[in-house]
């Protein structure tokens, strides 16, 4: 098996479709320098195959003569050796994933500089300053990376230096404090490791290589591929390439630009670059940036350069990219290149134009693959509502969207805050892949340093978080920041927009934000791509839902729970009296003016679905959760007493009390206890359903029985139904309304079963809240606590399965219901109405199962409808559907 490719390899396939392989910086690099024959620094890439390997059984035999033929390869087209004592070759040695993971692995740069080979690397350059400088940063980088050396013991070091020169910037520094500087970073790295600093560049080179294998499963790489759902088992790639050097003096630079602002998908290069600066300092926020715009100004002829190879990668990739590219005395590299991550409003932008420029030829079913559900969440986010507010300091406006929470100013502390189900804002000088749990935790993320494409910036826009970086006037001291004589605290609340940079002291009411007229353009193509493959319903259980879910592209509804219309003030005191009703005649009583209630909610989303399926689902939870906690009523009994109307709520209250409710009496065998609850509220659905048509509207009606696991209660069930139907005066042929009865498939039995329960369902409707639970014997209440990190984290479970459908388990009961069920009953229709109907994930095995609808939150219709889309053209393409990143 070959390990490593150098980038001008040929291959049989264009590299970049070898990110499987190469991962996506090596398939890239080898793009640009193979099939574009762009000026990029020469190299070679050590194959994800070799990482799962390491991972797998350590270091692979024979990939220390693999990467000693490509070094040498490398050293001949360079005309360098790695660590000579004349003319030194360095080298970065970068990781590079299948899918983008900024930041979240490691990087080591200028490799192979000794304290024999700096000194040459002086004389060859004529610059000593550029020398030690180069050789500082070495020592830390690897020091931290590959030695484990604690970063802040190499950076309190260089602050000394820096007041000892009174510097302003870390390039005033002159060469004879650079040499104190190394010296006492390698005095740091015995300090820590008990051995010298490596001089070996061999060594240096397997040690940094292994080091970025490693990082694969750091807990931040590990936090971030389970936020972005990715597979943990794909390891990474690793680049070697020959080091160019953005700091040889002022015709020197290095930056990142975008060949479209990924912010607004504005048309026309966008990025920041420095002069005199290596790689890293653009993103870390350490010097205020220049933007790309001013290239043109210090270097006319490379921004020229710059801008036709820009075009040139647009036209090849047929997207925006994003690159990395340095100035070195004069000549222009290209460090790198990706299709670049972009805003919600960007990506919707570019996808349509890009529809519409001839050069690119993007397809309607490309422009709908390319957006993701975070892209159309980010342009549903909340926006400040107008009103007057003092603004404390205003930053830059990083990632759209506005946040309300209270500040923290460590990750554990935000992360920690989020679990007891606090709002948060992360506040940080800048933020670092260390970071990443707290960032995720957070509704939005403050920066006092760096820029728009700083770490925090990039991750945040990937996220759909608000964010606002480089705050200069944010002074961070501890657990409080000032602005002026202003001070906040940690716990303070305050608010953040990421689309203006502006940060207020305070709670600022939000508003939901307004979506681009591109919003409407890609869900009406994604509409016509699932059109006759995946209807799309909301659940709802108000009028005002309804209404809502209608506006988001809701074709119907696919849960109302009728419990949650129990809830309001004045209906609770109703269901109450319902529960304590001594004889047949009170309960009746009090049935008749819940039935009274019922109907005018029913009316009401009956009204604003009209002409749409609504599936009204009966009473569901167990009683107990419409009494008042036990507890909280022995507590006050054992101290204040109780009145004797609290008296019997705690009599009765613990009379319907059980061990396990969610396995007790509740759904249809609450039917079976209390059969005029369900005949109470078929009558009043019936009744609405009536007033309707009578009104010339079109009520379409789906009546389900929830929690039934076999035909004969499901047939008791129904007959309860049709009694009331009948009893009713509305013909079940549909003559005069629409009226459907069928069932929540939500236990595995239930599933199993699907082929006997068809005989008397008209449809079914899968409950995978439910369903996951019982399949895999976690508690949806207290999973999310204890056991789901350390499960995902350890690669035990894939995916949360409360947020993504477990395939093997709940994803085999589903599509085996749907074989016995249509097996049964050819028409047979089936949705799914679990919190996995809005997943993109799910809804591709949804489709794939057979399912003729998907329901989610009236929010997460846009989501749905794009996902659906995605789940077609995924199934066309025999691949995973939704999978665009």
């Not at 009103?387 to 990632?399: E, K, M």
């Not at 004045?570 to 009296?577: N, S, Y």
Request: proline residues 5%.
């Amino acid at each position: 098996m070959t390990f490593v490719y150098s980038f001008d390899h040929k291959h049989k396939q264009p590299p970049m479709s070898l990110k499987d392989l190469l991962g996506g910086k090596g398939a890239n690099l080898a793009e640009m320098t193979s099939v574009l024959d762009l000026p990029v620094p020469p190299g070679f890439t050590i194959s994800t195959e070799a990482c799962r390997a390491y991972m797998e059984g350590g270091w692979p035999k024979g990939l220390d003569d693999e990467i000693a033929k490509h070094r040498k390869k490398l050293e001949k087209a360079m005309g360098k050796r790695l660590g000579d004592r004349s003319d030194p070759l360095l080298v970065s040695v970068r990781s590079g994933a299948k899918f983008s993971m900024p930041g979240m692995m490691d990087t080591v740069l200028n490799l192979g500089l000794t304290d024999e080979s700096v000194a040459g690397l002086a004389k060859q350059t004529g610059d000593e300053r550029f020398a030690y400088d180069s050789y500082r940063r070495f020592i830390q980088m690897f020091g931290k990376i590959v030695l484990g050396v604690p970063a802040e013991h190499f950076e309190e070091l260089f602050e000394g230096a820096k007041k000892l020169s009174a510097a302003r910037s870390d390039s005033d520094i002159d060469a004879e404090v650079l040499r104190m500087v190394v010296r006492g970073f390698k005095a740091i790295v015995e300090e820590h490791t008990g051995s010298p600093f490596p001089q070996d560049p061999e060594a240096q080179l397997r040690q940094a290589i292994e080091a970025v294998f490693r990082s694969w499963n750091s807990p931040r790489a590990i936090a971030y591929r389970t936020r972005e759902k990715l597979p943990h088992d794909l390891g990474t790639a690793v680049n070697v390439q020959a080091m160019v050097f953005g700091n040889k003096g002022d015709d020197s630079g290095t930056g990142v630009g975008f060949t479209r602002d990924p912010s607004t998908g504005a048309q026309g290069a966008y990025g920041d670059f420095l002069i005199n600066a290596q790689g890293e300092d653009v993103v870390a926020g350490i010097r205020a940036t220049q933007p790309l715009s001013d290239l043109k100004v210090h270097f006319p002829k490379i921004y020229k350069q710059l801008m036709g190879i820009f075009a040139r990668l647009e036209h090849h990739y047929r997207d925006m990219l994003d690159t990395e590219f340095t100035i070195e005395q004069g000549k222009l590299w290209m460090l790198q290149t990706r299709v670049g991550k972009r805003t919600g409003v960007a990506a919707l932008r570019m996808a349509v134009e890009m529809t519409r420029d001839r050069k690119l030829k993007v397809s309607r079913a490309e422009a709908v693959s390319r957006i993701t559900a975070d892209h159309l969440d980010s342009v549903l986010h909340p926006q400040f509502a107008d009103g007057a507010r003092t603004v404390l300091t205003t930053g830059l406006p990083a990632s759209p969207g506005a946040a309300v929470g209270r500040a923290y100013f460590t990750a554990d502390g935000a992360a920690e805050a989020a679990q007891r189900g606090e709002q948060v804002v992360l506040v940080r000088s800048e933020t670092s892949p260390e970071d990443i749990h707290g960032m995720a935790a957070a509704e939005g993320i403050l920066t006092a340093r760096g820029g728009l494409v700083s770490h925090a910036a990039v991750v945040a826009r990937g996220w759909g978080k608000p964010a606002v970086c480089g705050a200069e006037a944010v002074r961070i001291s501890g657990a409080s920041f000032s602005v002026g004589d202003v001070t906040v605290h940690e716990g303070d609340v305050v608010s953040l927009d990421g689309s203006t940079g502006q940060v207020v002291l305070g709670a600022v009411p939000l508003q939901v934000g307004s979506v681009p007229k591109e919003f409407d353009t890609i869900l009406s193509w994604a509409d016509e791509i699932r059109a006759g493959h995946l209807a799309v319903r909301a659940n709802a259980d108000t009028g005002t839902d309804a209404k809502r879910a209608r506006a988001f592209g809701a074709e119907g509804i696919g849960l109302c729970r009728t419990e949650h219309m129990f809830l309001g003030e004045d209906r609770l005191p109703v269901v109450r009296e319902m529960i304590l009703a001594a004889t047949p005649e009170a309960e009746e009583a009090a049935l008749e003016k819940l039935r009274v209630v019922q109907k005018a909610d029913f009316l009401e989303v009956l009204e604003a679905m009209d002409g749409l399926p609504v599936t009204i689902r009966l009473l569901d939870p167990p009683l107990h959760e419409f009494l008042p906690d036990i507890e909280e009523l022995v507590v006050k009994q054992a101290t204040t007493g109780l009145t004797p109307a609290e008296e019997e709520l705690l009599a009765a209250a613990r009379s319907w009390d059980e061990v396990n409710p969610m396995l007790g009496t509740r759904g249809v065998r609450l039917g079976v206890v209390k059969p005029g609850l369900y005949a109470m509220q078929v009558q009043a659905l019936l009744e609405a359903a009536a007033e309707r048509a009578e009104a010339k509207g079109h009520p379409v009606v789906e009546i389900m029985i929830p929690l039934t696991i076999g035909r004969e209660e499901l047939a008791l069930a129904r007959g309860w139904v049709e009694a009331a139907v009948a009893e009713a005066g509305v013909d079940t042929g549909r003559r005069r309304l629409e009226v459907t009865i069928g069932t929540m498939i939500e236990t595995p039995r239930a599933a199993l079963r699907a082929d006997e329960i068809a005989e008397e369902a008209d449809f079914f409707s899968f409950g995978t809240n439910d369903l996951t639970q019982m399949t895999l014997g976690f508690s949806r209440d207290d999973v999310e606590g204890r056991i789901m990190g350390p499960y995902l984290e350890q690669g035990l479970l894939a995916r949360n399965p409360f947020e993504t459908v477990d395939a093997n388990g709940v994803g085999e009961l589903v599509r085996l219901a749907v074989e016995r069920g249509r097996a049964t009953k050819p028409g047979l229709k089936l949705g799914v109405c679990g919190e996995h109907g809005g997943d993109p994930e799910s809804i591709s095995l949804f489709y794939d199962a057979g399912l003729d609808y998907v329901s989610c939150s009236p929010y997460r219709v846009p989501i749905a409808r794009l996902a659906a889309a995605q789940a077609v053209l995924g199934a066309d393409k025999g691949t995973t559907a939704g999978d665009t990143r």
